[in-house]
Antibody, heavy 120, light 107 residues
């Protein structure tokens, strides 16, 4: 059974930084692309970033490019999201998501999310 | 703003059929997927590659695509289908994923 467990969400002041982590199990980690998707309170889903299985290629939403960095450690079956220069609009539940073998946009397994709060 | 457009809300009577649509130019070139999200829960994929249904998803859920519109159809809607539904696909550049704004389904 695929399990994705996010951690690292906290309350952080505007301009601050934090790193989110996602511990994965139940699948061959380095074979799959992984995504971060976020959801602001009461709002819809917003795709944030993707990293391919080997870790060699990453993609970002325009709203986060230059501030967010996605990475993975295939030895530790872990995914990360480094977030810098936090803004109030970054307040959201951040989901770690496993892509299906059929490729993107098929996001087949989701964690329960970790909450990042940037107070105004 | 999202490149995929969904109606904000749709309602259906119990046992009837409802179609939820997702419009966007990129859908002419790229597959769409559909996700169901109930309050306080993570999304669950219900349709992928426009028309395919993951194992464990009831067969009352089906997907289709015509031109720039992808559709999710629920045939014989049940009370437990009341949820938010989101489509997603690649954007026009092919280098980003985008989600539709979501449709709140009331049964």
């Amino acid at each position: 059974e695929v399990q994705l467990v996010e951690s690292g969400g906290v309350v952080v002041q505007p301009g601050g930084s934090l790193r989110l982590s996602c511990a994965a199990s139940g699948f061959t980690f380095n074979r799959y692309s992984l995504h971060w998707v976020r959801q602001a309170p009461g709002k819809g889903l917003e795709w944030v970033s993707l990293i391919q299985g080997g870790g060699d290629k990453a993609y970002y939403a325009d709203s986060v490019r230059g501030r967010f960095t996605i990475s993975r450690d295939n030895r530790k079956n872990s995914l990360y999201l480094q977030i810098n220069s936090l803004r109030t609009e970054d307040t959201a539940l951040y989901y770690c998501v496993k892509e299906a073998s059929s490729g993107w946009p098929d996001l087949e397994s989701w964690g329960q999310g970790t909450l990042v709060t940037v107070p105004s | 703003s999202s490149e995929l457009t969904q109606d904000p809300a749709v309602s259906v009577a119990l046992g009837q059929t409802v179609r939820i649509t997702c419009q966007g130019d990129s859908l002419r070139s790229y597959y769409a997927s559909w996700y169901q999200q109930k309050p306080g829960q993570a999304p669950v994929i219900v349709i992928y590659s426009n028309t395919r249904r993951p194992s464990g998803i009831p067969d009352r859920f089906s997907g289709s695509r015509s031109g720039s519109t992808a559709s999710l159809t629920i045939t014989g809607a049940q009370a437990e289908d009341e949820a938010d539904y989101y489509c997603n696909s690649r954007d026009s550049s092919g280098d980003h994923l985008v989600f539709g704004g979501g449709t709140k389904l009331t049964v």
